[in-house]
């Protein structure tokens, strides 16, 4: 199972931006896909989650204003598009694979896999 998340940069504030992440090694139904975030001095932040098993998608609190998850079956990416960004968004952007095909809330506990990050800035 391989992951790998790219898309990170500098954008102004109130920009939008968008993140993939590419998988190779798994089946798309076995494993669910999620997105995280760390800031500096932060915990690490669950963002939003989506499984091709039951097609459902889940966000964190706060999130799905700002965020939306989508994937390419053709491509094998899952893609984590971000609107109306804030300096505060700033944080490395990761992409996982749990172990269940489904969605669970926003803890990170559930996956195994990680990808490497990509850093997101937003700064004027």
């Known amino acids: 199972v391989q992951l790998q998340a790219s898309g990170g940069g500098l954008v102004q504030p109130g920009g939008s931006l968008i993140v993939s992440c590419a998988t190779s090694g798994f089946t798309f139904e076995d494993h669910a896909i999620g997105w995280f975030r760390q800031a500096p001095g932060k915990e690490r932040e669950g963002i939003s989650c989506?499984?091709?098993?039951?097609?459902?998608?889940y966000y964190g609190p706060t999130m799905k204003r700002q965020f939306t998850i989508e994937s390419d079956r053709s491509k094998n990416t899952v893609s984590l598009r971000m609107n109306s960004l804030k300096p505060e968004d700033t944080a490395v952007y990761y992409c996982a694979a749990s172990d269940s095909p489904f969605c669970s809330g926003a803890s990170a506990r559930q996956y195994t896999y990680w990808g490497q990050g990509t850093q997101v800035t937003v700064s004027s």
């Open positions: 989506l499984s091709h098993n039951d097609g459902t998608s």
